[in-house]
């Protein structure tokens, strides 16, 4: 019984960085997709799918890298009028939404590259949302992405903007 309990010990343990190793792939992927601004098929660097409340049901949100601002897509109407709403690596501060595309779209400009730099380095971002209509309006949303895999995706993600391919 005392073997027993040792083989199925050592095989647990040999297989949990192999388990570890592959859910770390799905956080963030390169992919060849339509930009959700420019609409054009092109490499972008996206992150797995979350759900949040919006107020009124649940909404799909994700983020995108096109090499030159973030984008955050969600299929509900983005609310700017909250004060929290923004993108926060780890400690560092939170970075504000410069704009929204088409109502659904929060667009980081401004800070991409230094969004893509904590990205690199960090472990967890938080993307704080406000939707409209809520009402009466009530709060914001936050919605967490674990970066972990993000660094591998964005080095394929530079492969594909060299050779228009995924490695």
């Known amino acids: 019984m005392h073997k027993m309990r040792i083989k199925h010990m050592i095989l647990l ?5 192999v388990i570890a190793f592959s859910a770390t792939t ?7 997709a339509k930009d959700p601004v420019s609409k054009q098929n092109t490499c972008l660097l ?15 949100v994700k983020l995108s ?20 709403v923004g993108l926060q690596v780890d400690d560092h501060s939170r ?6 595309f088409k109502n659904t779209n929060a667009i980081f400009e401004t800070d991409a590259e230094l969004i893509r730099d904590e990205f690199k380095r960090g472990l967890n971002a938080k993307l704080i949302l406000g939707f409209w209509p809520t009402w009466p309006a009530t709060r914001s949303y936050a919605i967490e992405f674990d970066l972990r895999g993000f660094t591998k995706a964005y080095n394929e993600f530079l ?4 050779s228009g391919d995924i490695p």
């Not at 343990?13 to 960085?17: N, S």
């Not at 799905?26 to 060849?32: E, R, S």
């Not at 996206?46 to 799909?60: V, Y």
Request: hydrophobic fraction near 30%; aromatic fraction near 8%; glycine fraction near 4%.
């Open 65 to 84: 890298y096109n090499g030159e601002i973030f984008i955050a897509t969600t299929d509900s109407n983005i609310d700017l009028s909250y004060a929290d």
């Open 13 to 17: 343990v040999c297989c949990l960085p």
């Open 46 to 60: 996206i992150s797995s799918t979350k759900h949040t409340e919006d107020g009124q049901t649940s909404t799909p």
């Open 95 to 100: 970075h504000t939404i410069d704009r929204l």
């Open 26 to 32: 799905q956080n963030w992927q390169a992919v060849i």
């Open 159 to 162: 492969q594909c903007e060299m």
